[in-house]
């Protein structure tokens, strides 16, 4: 695909960031599960922290097409920051962009587009994670505010957001017309952290579940309509997955640059192992898999760009980006033999890392269920 002169400039500038901020400590980050939180401030200087959101509300005013450039450019070298990054403009963001009131724009979106709030997006629960209909957490009204009680789970920068958006049944008997979304601000009587989840990979980013105890939150802070919540949740996932998609990419991305780098510097029956054979056809398989995925990220963002219906090619971005990130982080493994298992080269933090990206926002399985039914649809 042709890029514009912007679009080439915001990827020019994510590389650099990720080559700068990110290169030098993403390993010791992993390590110890430490948040990025300088880098994550510059983000936010960038304009990269709400992308797509119009300059007015303190966003970058850029496409999803610039969007998914720079997820792939950080996410290439550290897919941590690449989450967080991806969770505050596709899932929070977007969300009060698109349907937040003149008020929750003017004190919340602001903020947290110019990066300096980070937000988190809590539908999953104990026991509603694929089956996000499922609402156990409920907002009963009472005079001017809803009162929340119940459980979230799996809240990627639930530890370090300053305002949740929660997503809960506010007439239960009404199914998923009768759940609504809500900006939760930290610190309110009630809301408490969990402790932090102990994960296989993307751990620098935080992952915590939440608890509401009679949390009393302003009516005000309801997004949309009274029941409008597990609509407005599909329509978040649904660019939220592009941003996966994109993340994966960039893990995908970083295997094959690693194995390259590699292939040509090692060497083994007195040659570089690039010139064997059955490295060739790895190297050969694994970018052709990239390509394919990049193109189906492209196209899904393009399709968004344009105002067109765009969750199948979300969907079929995901999946598709997804597997290829797990098997090029395997066959880059593979590649670096011994010296890929060590955590020296890189190359195991990215198999960490890409196993997440078939499992949230929707696993796999989700996805061909999106696709199928599209397909199937009468
Ligand atoms: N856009 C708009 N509306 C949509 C929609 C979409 N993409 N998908 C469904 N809807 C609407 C339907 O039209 C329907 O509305 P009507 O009743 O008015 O016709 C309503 O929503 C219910 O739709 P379904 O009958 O299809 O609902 P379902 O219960 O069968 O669920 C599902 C569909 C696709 C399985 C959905 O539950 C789902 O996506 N599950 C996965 C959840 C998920 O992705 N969780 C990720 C958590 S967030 C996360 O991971 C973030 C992080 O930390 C990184």
């Known amino acids: 695909m042709q890029l514009n002169e912007t679009q080439v400039l915001v990827k020019e500038t994510a590389r650099q960031f990720a080559a700068e901020m990110l290169a030098p400590t993403a390993d010791q980050r992993d390590e110890r599960e430490e948040f990025p939180t300088e880098a994550v401030k510059k983000l936010g ?62 004190k919340y979106l602001k903020p947290l587009a110019s990066g300096k709030m980070l937000g988190a997006f809590a539908l999953s629960e104990p026991e509603a994670g694929s089956d996000a209909s499922n ?14 009680n119940g459980t979230k789970n799996w809240i990627t920068n639930g530890y370090n957001a300053d305002i ?16 609504s979304a809500f900006i939760v601000e930290k610190g309110l009587p009630g809301f408490t ?12 980013s935080d992952t915590v579940s939440l608890s509401f105890e009679d949390v009393r939150v302003p009516a005000t802070n309801r997004i949309g309509e009274d029941g409008f919540g597990f609509k407005f949740a599909m329509r978040t996932l649904d660019g939220g997955r592009i941003g996966i998609a994109a993340q994966a990419l960039g893990i995908a991305q970083g295997c094959l640059d690693a194995s390259i780098k590699y292939a040509k510097e090692r060497k083994a029956f007195d040659k570089p192992i690039a010139e064997l054979q059955a490295i060739q056809f790895k190297i050969a398989d694994m970018a052709t898999e990239i390509e394919a995925a990049r193109g189906l990220v492209y196209s899904a963002a393009q399709m968004k760009d344009r105002g067109e219906k765009f969750s199948k090619a ?47 926002e929707g696993t796999s399985e989700i996805q061909r269920l999106v696709i199928a039914r599209d397909l199937l649809r009468g």
């Open 135 to 148: 609402q156990r957490t409920t907002a009963t009204i009472d005079g001017d505010a809803y009162v929340l």
């Open 314 to 360: 979300a969907a079929m971005a995901k999946l598709h980006a997804s597997r290829t990130a797990v098997h090029s982080a395997l066959d880059a493994i593979q590649i670096h033999g011994g010296y890929g298992y060590i955590r020296e080269y890189h190359v195991e933090r990215y198999l960490r890392d890409a196993k997440i990206t078939e499992i949230y």
């Open 193 to 204: 952290i969990g402790k932090k989840e102990r994960k296989l990979g993307i751990r620098s």
């Open 164 to 179: 949740v958006i929660v997503i809960a049944a506010t007439k239960p008997s009404a199914g998923v017309h009768g759940i």
């Open 45 to 106: 200087e960038l304009g990269f922290m709400g992308m797509m959101v119009p300059e007015e509300f303190g966003g970058a005013g850029l496409d999803a097409i610039s969007y998914v450039l720079a997820m792939e450019e950080i996410s290439r070298v550290d897919a941590s920051c690449g989450v967080i990054m991806s969770v505050n403009n596709s899932l929070v963001c977007y969300g009060l962009s698109e349907y937040g009131t003149p008020e929750q724009k003017e």
